[in-house]
């Protein structure tokens, strides 16, 4: 009998780095080797393994009838394991249409969740998804926005529902009963050393400063973007462009416009202050849309 | 409870006496046996008795008896030998869903109990050798053996390859019986027609293809195991002959029901099954791309390779 530790987050929120992270940990803080095809912390929403153990094809299932057995699947892994299982998801915690929790309390040891400034989020998941910025937020502010469906073919993830930005943030916040640690994706990148100790601390691993060092050190952003150049990224969706874009904290300024900028905040602001990422005022974003502007001289036309 | 009583048909060489009709199946055309498998419908017991396994679906019982569910579609009862099948459906008639699950997961189990190796695999026959194609869900084994299809030869099994290792002379496929599942976008690229064809599960877009007349029934000896793999990143398109090891890891990892197994057989006799079929048959790793271009290509390529021995 075992426990699950899940990493959650909505997409493009820092998971993966982190995952990389506490794999580079688990080694004494060694490189990272995207050659090396082991998987590590697999997404609780992979297809096969649901299928090896259910003894059944999920792709037989409807969406709902597979997410009614994912609490089963999860509390027969824990029924059967000795070790803490640790597993990246980006399901929001929501019921299913059983009405009981996705993810089991009972068989739940702890859950990181990590958050970013949905300003970030907007920009690294229109990328991720190959799609269009004002798109994007459209699906942010989507209560029935899903990853892993695809209309008239099977994905390699079982469905996950994703609830608007805010839906999915509040539905771990105040999820109840659960043991938390909610770590900032701007904090990750100004205090590494200090988000990964705590998340090793809360996860009950011993970790020896100088690996966490390490790892901190191995997991820097530059170097998986260049790791990434050397071998790819298989976790890449399409294995286009490139998984590790920019890895910076308000890299939305210069790249939202305004009225991006405005619909975001009007639609997750409550739930930003509460996270304490601070709002633009209306002036702010006018100035800094205007300071965008390639200055011009009023007389080069002319010559 | 019929007058006319439902013809019997043949199943992975098995001959079917069924209370109900089992349209994917052929009728049975071999010689007057009695049958191997009877299959009626009649009372499921939520618990079986003596339980030793316990999974969310399936349970398995200390005299090797299972019971598989799935809530509002059936339940399964399988006999300890694996030769009587009662299913339960969960409301009315039988539907192509409870049928579904018989031909999936309980053909499966039946598979393992009767001496057979169930793998996740569909296979094809090109002049007379038998070439599967491994790997989960969405790895493509349906689209490529329809393509094979499309291409003029003929389908041994979907989904589920039954292959008899202990057949003298080695490992041979048993034919399964003739349906592809398709999902709608590889149907699109193998040009075929959706009109009149089924989709067993309302919501999914899976569709059921007959395949009555591209259909091998007779038994070819196992020439190749392909294990699928998605290109993915910046790697690239590949074929690569395994290495002994890294054929049995693969080949157990694509056994079908691979955990009903384990209970059923045991994991040394599966051990024993794989290393035999492994011993004898060639396993490589195939790494395509999964966008449905260059099919014709891929199936003249693996012609090539086989059809000239």
Not at chain 1, 273 to 285: K, P, Q, V
Not at chain 2, 15 to 43: H, K, M, N, Q, Y
Not at chain 2, 100 to 109: H, K, M, P, T, W
Not at chain 2, 126 to 132: K, S, T
Request: proline share 6%.
């Amino acid at each position: 009998m075992t426990g699950f530790y899940w990493l959650a987050s909505y997409p493009k929120s820092g998971n993966t780095w982190l995952r990389l992270a506490l794999r580079s940990l688990r080694h004494g803080g060694s490189a990272v080797d995207f050659s090396n095809e082991d998987s590590w912390i697999p997404n609780g929403a992979a297809r096969e393994p649901f299928d090896q153990t259910l003894d059944v094809e999920s792709s037989d299932l409807t969406a709902v009838e597979t997410e009614i057995l994912r609490p089963r699947f999860y509390e027969f892994l824990a029924k059967t394991g000795d070790e803490p299982i640790l597993r990246k998801i980006h399901d929001a915690y929501v019921p299913t249409a059983a009405g009981e929790p996705l993810f089991p309390p009972a068989v739940t040891s702890g859950v990181v969740y990590i958050v970013r400034d949905p300003r970030d989020v907007a920009v690294s998941f229109a990328h991720h998804r190959r799609s269009s910025i004002d798109n994007t937020i459209g699906v942010m502010q989507n209560p029935a926005a899903a990853m892993a469906y695809r209309a008239g073919d099977l994905a390699e993830q079982l469905r996950q529902r994703l609830l608007t930005w805010s839906g999915h943030v509040e539905s771990w916040l105040d999820a109840p009963h659960l043991r938390r640690l909610v770590l900032r994706y701007e904090d990750m990148l100004a205090s590494p050393f200090d988000s990964l100790a705590r998340t090793a601390s809360f996860l009950g691993w011993e970790a020896d400063p100088a690996a966490v060092a390490g790892a901190v050190e191995a997991t820097r952003f530059q170097r998986l973007k260049a790791e990434e150049s050397r071998h790819g990224f298989r976790e890449n969706p399409v294995g286009e462009g490139a998984f590790f874009r920019r890895g910076v904290a308000n890299g939305w300024r210069d790249t939202l416009s305004c009225e991006q900028v405005r619909r975001i905040e009007r639609d997750h602001g409550r739930v930003m202050r509460r996270l304490g990422y601070s709002l633009t005022s209306a002036n702010e974003c006018a100035a800094e849309a205007l300071l965008a502007q390639p200055y011009e001289p009023i007389d080069a036309r002319s010559s | 409870m019929n007058d006319s009583p439902v013809p019997d048909s043949l199943l992975a060489g098995w001959r079917v006496r069924c209370e109900f009709p089992l349209p994917e199946l052929l009728p049975w055309s071999g010689d007057d046996r009695a049958a191997d498998l009877l299959i009626r419908t009649g009372e499921v017991p939520e618990r079986l008795d003596g339980v030793v396994s316990d999974g969310p679906l399936l349970q398995v019982a200390r005299d090797g008896s299972c019971r598989f569910a799935i809530q509002d579609v059936a339940a399964y009862f399988i006999s300890p030998r694996g030769d009587e099948v009662i299913v339960a459906p969960a409301s009315g008639p039988v539907s192509t869903s409870v049928r579904l699950f018989l031909l999936g997961s309980v053909f499966g189990i039946l598979c393992h109990k009767r001496g057979l190796l169930p793998l996740h695999a569909s296979c094809v026959a090109v002049e007379g050798r038998a070439i599967a194609f491994a790997g989960p869900s969405g790895a493509g084994k349906s689209t490529l053996a329809g393509a094979f299809v499309k291409a003029g030869y003929r389908l041994l099994t979907d989904d589920v390859t039954v292959v008899d290792v202990t057949a003298p002379g080695g490992p041979v496929v048993v034919p399964a019986f003739p349906r592809l599942k398709l999902w709608r976008l590889a149907m699109g690229a193998l040009g075929l027609e959706r009109e009149n064809i089924e989709t067993p599960r309302v919501e999914a877009e899976k569709y059921d293809v007959p395949v009555e007349n591209a259909f091998a029934t007779e038994r070819v000896p196992l020439t190749a195991v392909y294990h699928l793999q998605r290109a993915k990143g910046a790697k690239p398109e590949s074929m690569n002959r395994l290495t002994a090891g890294r054929a049995v890891r693969d080949t157990t990892e694509a056994i079908y029901r691979v955990r009903a197994g384990r209970n059923l057989v045991g994991q040394q006799a599966l051990f024993r099954s794989i290393s035999r079929l492994c011993s004898t048959v060639p396993c490589h790793l195939l790494t395509q791309k999964m966008d449905f271009e260059r099919l014709d290509t891929r199936v003249a390529g693996l012609v090539a390779r086989h059809a000239s021995g």
